[in-house]
């Protein structure tokens, strides 16, 4: 009998992780869907239609160094093998004056969105490793504002992303620092440093670790999900005009449900068995579209930053 292959998705509770476990649920993965909120996850699971058999809903609270070790120790109960791991969950907090902090007292975008996630990574390699698949895959949701060398990253709105020379992580990175650079706060270049160090981290992985394991480490954009719970925090403005911008001026637009079916294709298709890479479906959509491998930005083809942001992150989530 053929082991049942199995994937824990962050952030499984909506939008694109939430269709990502259903699309590989019906691909005939399990499911680990890894949310804070296990009533609400177990309440969409059934309404997209999940068969029951098909997941399991583990606690999951990225902005709690406490929770991602409990996490590990409770997937570890269950006995399955971990096949895949898609680094799928985000905060955006675009309209905060001041900083939200985690448990830790970090910036909560930077450390729900990368720290939770490096620490998470770091402590399932060995899960991943011990996989008796013949591809075991670590992969990364990535964004086109994290990116420069994309369209929809050129624009410099609120700020592009800029780690600087990682300052704010050097000095401890709790209050009153807020951003990694150590500059003055602000919420939407937060979230875009936090998604620009998933890609350098991705790319640490890589180096670090795929010749040694086999693990295949990789990011891909799935299109713009312009109507989606991570705008949540955003003005309602912004929600009724940014999917009609996407649909109607950019072509860029994809639903939640397609661009979890193109997570699911990273994971569970040999075409993108490639590691180290960015796979993307571009800023215009078209019919029938499919993936190329994206350029990234020079920042996050910056090797030497890649390990000083890994050591700073180690330090920071006491793995060092």
């Known amino acids: 009998m053929v082991q049942e292959s199995t994937v824990v998705i962050t952030g499984a509770s909506s939008g694109v992780g939430l269709y990502a476990a259903k699309a590989l649920a019906n691909r005939g993965w399990h499911v680990v869907m890894a949310c ?4 609400k996850t177990e309440k969409v699971a059934k ?3 999940i068969p029951q058999d098909k997941y399991s809903i583990i606690h999951l609270d990225l902005a709690s160094l406490a929770s991602v070790h409990q996490f590990v120790q409770d997937f570890r109960a269950t006995g399955k093998s971990l096949d895949a791991l898609v680094c799928n969950a985000a905060v955006y907090l675009p309209l905060e004056k001041e900083p939200q902090r985690s448990q830790e007292g970090y910036e909560l975008s930077v450390a729900t969105n990368h720290l939770g996630h490096f620490l998470l990574c770091n402590l399932m390699l060995e899960d991943l490793k011990n996989s008796p698949a013949p591809e075991k895959k670590l992969v990364t949701i990535g964004t086109v504002t994290a990116n420069p060398k994309e369209i929809g ?3 410099p709105i609120p700020a592009p992303p800029d780690l600087g020379d990682l300052q704010g992580m050097e000095a401890g990175f709790k209050a009153p620092i807020a951003m990694i650079d150590g500059k003055k706060f602000k919420p939407g270049k937060a979230y875009k440093d936090s998604k620009l160090c998933n890609m350098l981290t991705m790319r640490e992985l890589h180096d670090r670790y795929h010749d040694s394991t086999g693990i295949i480490f990789n990011a891909l954009y799935p299109g713009c999900v312009a109507e ?3 705008f949540r925090n955003h003005y309602s403005l912004f929600r009724t005009i940014f999917p ?4 109607k001026i950019t072509g860029g637009y994809v639903t939640e449900e397609l661009a979890g079916e193109r997570v699911a294709k990273v994971v569970a298709d040999p075409q993108f068995n490639e590691s180290g890479v960015y796979y993307s479906w571009g800023n215009r959509q078209q019919e029938d579209r499919t993936a190329f491998q994206q350029e990234i930005s020079d920042e996050a083809m910056d090797n030497n930053k890649g390990k000083r942001l890994w050591e700073l992150s180690e330090k920071l989530v006491k793995i060092a």
């Open 244 to 247: 009609w911008f996407q649909k």
């Open 153 to 155: 990253g050129k624009i």
């Open 228 to 230: 989606t719970g991570l």
């Open 47 to 49: 309404e997209v239609g």
């Open 36 to 39: 804070r909120n296990l009533a």
